[in-house]
């Protein structure tokens, strides 16, 4: 038995819109960004179909057997507590991808893409002063 309103598949149009980089804003620096996003709705949330693995990645688990659905286009599975849980994490990456879509050069976005940079630096340790 399955709750279907445990688990939502949000469908991201990255064959449609190949110019964008859907996984690395759903992922953030170093996948901080999804992190946070499975923190602040506790579910369990997955990028999975094509382009999302890394290059040089094989598709393939330890133990030697393939990863689900990389022959399908790129969606993300969210898993939750409760359906206000899964819906709200839905709903929040629906949003990013929107955004991404509708606005990409917005001031949403920008900042989103800043700090995303900011981060990065951070983690990096390569931060400058003059990036402040």
Known sequence: YKNSKLEDRVEVPQDEHPQYNFMGLILGPRGNSLEKIKQKHSCKIVVKGRGSLKDGMTGLKK????FDALDEP???IINGPTPEAVKDAGDHIRKLIKQQIDDPDGETMVALRASHMHELAVLNGT????DM
Request: no cysteine; aromatic share 0%; glycine share 10%.
């Open 63 to 66: 133990d030697g057997s393939k």
């Open 127 to 130: 931060l400058r002063d003059i």
């Open 74 to 76: 790129m969606h993300v």
